[in-house]
């Protein structure tokens, strides 16, 4: 028996020795390029290290902080209008009696229940119609569609989560509607809104497909500089800009994990 508990332990030692390769052997592999001078088959490991690349990446015309500039702003512009939509759609259908709720938060949903080649085509042959493909603003409209799913389930939630009760207190000591909202639920709410505001700003960052139809050749942001990078074999740079990519996920992840709380998580959808 003893025998059996001491090689117990084995099985499940190989099984998170597997899980922990699939989840980070592909981001050591990503570490590892970005700093290998010179790498080729058959060798397990780079041959030289430095960063050259580097360099070549910040340089002016590696054009990568002016594409993180470009994916920044567009990212910002997104949030803005995305969360500008959301509060008051995510008040709405948390404290009024909407007729089909349900099926309001279900449509939000739409745009993700798609494969996004066909219908990133479509928007940028309509954009095309109006003179919106290759700039900003069009760019920024084809993510305000994904970022609008985020944004108002999570403001919904995070209104559902405000009790009703310190709205009526607000209400009964002469406060208005406007004032009672701004003043009580507005700031209570914040936490679940800034979540939200967090998952459409990364999802804005790392958008590709929908940027490649509207924006390219003219609007260059940094995940179609990593699409350019690998698709031309250039390992280093494409590393390189997707290590960029990650910092702000990774980062932000732990604020959403600071701020959203269980009592907001638990309201979504509902």
Same mark, same amino acid.
């Given at each position: 028996?003893?025998?059996?508990?001491?090689?117990?332990?084995?099985?499940?030692?190989?099984?998170?020795?597997?899980?922990?390769?699939?989840?980070?052997?592909?981001?050591?592999?990503?570490?590892?390029?970005?700093?290998?001078?010179?790498?080729?088959?058959?060798?397990?490991?780079?041959?030289?290290?430095?960063?050259?690349?580097?360099?070549?990446?910040?340089?002016?015309?590696?054009n990568a902080m002016s594409s993180l500039g470009t994916s920044v702003?567009?990212?910002? =512009?997104?949030?803005?209008?995305?969360?500008? !939509?959301? *509060?008051? @759609?995510?008040?709405? %259908? /948390?404290?009024?009696?909407?007729? +089909?709720?349900?099926?309001?938060?279900?449509?939000?949903?739409?745009?993700?229940?798609?494969?996004?080649?066909?219908?990133?085509?479509?928007?940028?042959?309509?954009?095309?119609?109006?003179?919106?493909?290759?700039?900003?603003?069009?760019?920024?409209?084809?993510?305000?569609?994904?970022?609008?799913?985020?944004?108002?389930?999570?403001?919904?939630?995070?209104?559902?989560?405000?009790?009703?009760?310190?709205?009526?207190?607000?209400?009964?000591?002469?406060?208005?509607? =406007?004032?009672?909202?701004?003043?009580?639920? !507005?700031? *209570?709410? @914040?936490?679940?809104? %800034? /979540?939200?505001?967090?998952?459409? +700003?990364?999802?804005?960052?790392?958008?590709?497909?929908?940027?490649?139809?509207?924006?390219?050749p003219d609007v260059t942001t940094l995940p179609l500089l990593l699409y350019t990078a690998g698709s031309?074999?250039?390992?280093?740079?494409?590393?390189?800009?997707?290590?960029?990519?990650?910092?702000?996920?990774?980062?932000?992840?732990?604020?959403?994990?600071?701020?959203?709380?269980?009592?907001?998580?638990?309201?979504?959808?509902?």
């Amino acid at each position: 028996m003893n025998a059996y508990l001491e090689w117990k332990w084995i099985p499940r030692g190989i099984a998170l020795g597997i899980l922990a390769f699939v989840i980070f052997g592909p981001l050591v592999n990503l570490l590892l390029w970005t700093v290998a001078e010179r790498w080729y088959f058959p060798h397990v490991l780079p041959l030289k290290y430095g960063f050259s690349f580097w360099a070549n990446v910040f340089s002016p015309r590696g054009n990568a902080m002016s594409s993180l500039g470009t994916s920044v702003f567009i990212a910002v =512009l997104t949030v803005i209008l995305s969360l500008g !939509l959301a *509060i008051p @759609a995510g008040y709405a %259908l /948390a404290r009024l009696r909407l007729p +089909f709720r349900g099926l309001i938060l279900l449509a939000l949903l739409i745009p993700q229940a798609f494969p996004n080649l066909p219908v990133y085509v479509n928007i940028a042959r309509i954009f095309y119609q109006y003179g919106l493909n290759g700039t900003i603003l069009g760019v920024v409209l084809v993510h305000v569609t994904h970022g609008l799913v985020y944004a108002v389930w999570i403001a919904t939630a995070a209104f559902s989560a405000v009790d009703r009760e310190l709205e009526e207190a607000a209400r009964s000591m002469g406060a208005s509607a =406007l004032r009672g909202f701004r003043d009580v639920t !507005l700031p *209570i709410a @914040a936490p679940g809104l %800034l /979540a939200s505001a967090i998952f459409v +700003f990364l999802e804005s960052l790392d958008e590709f497909t929908g940027t490649y139809f509207v924006g390219a050749p003219d609007v260059t942001t940094l995940p179609l500089l990593l699409y350019t990078a690998g698709s031309g074999g250039n390992y280093q740079i494409a590393s390189i800009t997707a290590l960029i990519l990650l910092v702000p996920s990774i980062t932000f992840m732990f604020v959403v994990e600071r701020f959203l709380r269980s009592d907001v998580l638990s309201k979504v959808g509902h």
